[in-house]
């Protein structure tokens, strides 16, 4: 029989950015901006501060992944700043080549102080992988970012493989079925993280229900209630009624630390 002895826990920062714990191993994905220009929500100092100090619920911070550099889910130098006040064990960027100039100097800092780290901007369609630990695995899958005005915008998405669970993270990926069919054929999706906009659109819904296919469904990427000025809390209640479906659960991550407690079969387990 399958039980339960483990828990992956999952932790909303602000808007995207999301922090992953499981076994003393943290991750955390877009959980560093603090800029304005957008209708999302920024991550507070407050929290910002206990990233640096490891409190709770940033005990654990060893990587940290980027999707794209918009200002809704990277400011490079705040991650600097982090960076600089507690170690990390890697980093996940954007491609340089496309990236601001803030960018370019977090990678000469990051390269002066020797972290490891990767840049990515993969080609639509195509993967890579990571091994970080025993237990802990990233893919990268290319992408473009959603919406035509900013098509020329790559979006890694990222598979998380933690104690046998798969968590994928798309960001703001394109609901383009080419981007995702290859690159998980074979891998059963535990927990599909999107975005409202890609939760809505047909194709969307039609590229989780047909390679997807997680048991879990987490609509992020929400403003928190007090900034949500373009009310995407009405349209995700809407959508998650006319979506529902029997064998997945949805889940809508939309307040400051609002956590999941993701339960890990034991029969995926290695001992
Ligand atoms: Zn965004």
Redesign the pocket.
């Known amino acids: 029989m399958e039980g339960v002895n483990e828990y992956i826990s999952i932790t909303l920062v602000a808007?995207?950015g999301v922090c992953i714990e499981c076994d003393g191993v943290g991750l955390l994905v877009?959980g560093i901006h603090n800029e304005g220009g957008?209708p999302?929500s920024r991550v507070s100092e407050a929290d910002m501060e206990r990233m640096r100090q490891g409190i709770v619920p940033f005990t654990h911070l060893d990587y940290l992944l980027f999707?794209?550099e918009?200002p809704?889910?990277f400011t490079p130098q705040y991650v600097l700043g982090h960076i600089l006040n507690r170690p990390v064990k890697g980093l996940f960027l954007p491609s340089e080549t496309d990236g601001s100039p803030n960018l370019a100097l977090l990678l000469d800092r990051v390269r002066e102080l020797a972290i490891p780290y990767w840049t990515l901007g993969l080609e639509p369609g195509t993967k890579q992988r990571f091994e970080l630990a025993d237990d802990v695995i990233v893919t990268a899958i290319g992408a473009r970012?959603m919406g035509p005005q900013y098509a020329t915008i790559r979006n890694d998405c990222f598979l998380l493989t933690v104690k046998g669970m798969n968590l994928l993270f798309t960001?703001?990926a394109d609901h383009v079925a080419e981007y995702y069919a290859a690159a998980l054929t074979d891998v059963t999706v535990d927990v599909a993280f999107v975005?409202p906009i890609f939760y809505n659109n047909k194709q969307g819904q039609q590229i989780i229900n047909e390679i997807f296919r997680p048991r879990d469904v987490v609509i992020y990427?929400m403003p928190f209630a007090e900034d949500d000025t373009m009310h995407f809390s009405s349209l995700v209640r809407r959508d998650v009624k006319r979506y529902a479906r029997p064998g997945m659960q949805t889940h809508v991550l939309s307040e400051a630390n609002q956590a999941l407690a993701l339960p890990v079969p034991t029969a995926r387990c290695p001992w």
């Open positions: 808007n995207a877009d957008h999302f999707t794209h918009h809704d889910h970012h960001g703001d975005n990427h």
